[in-house]
């Protein structure tokens, strides 16, 4: 492990082949109250953790409309604007909220367009780096989501085109429409239900943001093989998850969010952690 915590170890991808972020970053959804619904209930506690994580070196922010809804974007704002010249904000659109913990889609072309524009005016920026469709809407064509996307590209109010929740197959769709530079999908060391997606991915150079990175589950209770193997390398199980993650494809860009600045700084030291095959393997086949 490094001597110095940094996010930096960890590598960096280019988004689009011209946006560069370190590949260890941060996703924002635990800021808000429970349920992902309302403020935080620290909110100087939230801005710390936000501010601390550039300290650390994460260039890369991961966000979403919906997050409180709008909570999450607003303490962005508040904590980082100005920003630097290398953060890099991802949000979302396309999940409508109606209470804790309940979220439905919703990708009216016209809807979509408002909340590009909305996230313009909370985030403070004339042009969004990374915009995700947050959910394909089954009720709306796919093409006609991705081409309102499209269309804010084209106007200078997005530079890439993300989505969220995909296939193989409906990434494919949505190429056929628009550039398609980075998918985020639930991926961890004990759900691998996208490796497909992640493998396309990886092929075509495509950016892999793995949500909910650290599902670890009964793993690293105590006398479980993760927690053992986390003891081995005097690592945490945490940083185990991650470093398998960065290790798994160069395209992999993992998102873990926390409100405690301690356990960002846990999961910043997964950038240190350099797995040999082996111990990747073990990890592999323990899971």
Known sequence: MTSTLSATPSGTFQIGGDLPVVRLGYGTMQLTGEGVWGPPRDRDAAIAVLRRAVELGVTFFDTADSYGPEVAEDLLREALHPYADDVVIATKAGLTRQGPSVWTPVGRPAYLRQQAELSLRRLGLETIDLF????????????????????????????????????????????????IVTVQNLFNLTDRSAEQLLDYSTEQGIGFIPWFPLATGNLVKDGGPLADLAAEHGATPSQLALAWLLKRSPVMLPIPGTSSIEHLEDNIGAAGIELTDEQFAALDKIA
């Open 132 to 179: 995700q469709l947050h959910r394909i809407d089954p009720e709306v064509p796919l093409e006609d989501q991705v081409g309102e996307l499209k269309k804010l590209q084209d106007e200078g109010k997005i530079r890439h085109i993300g989505l969220s929740e995909v296939d193989v197959d409906q990434l494919k769709q949505a190429q056929q429409v628009a550039t």
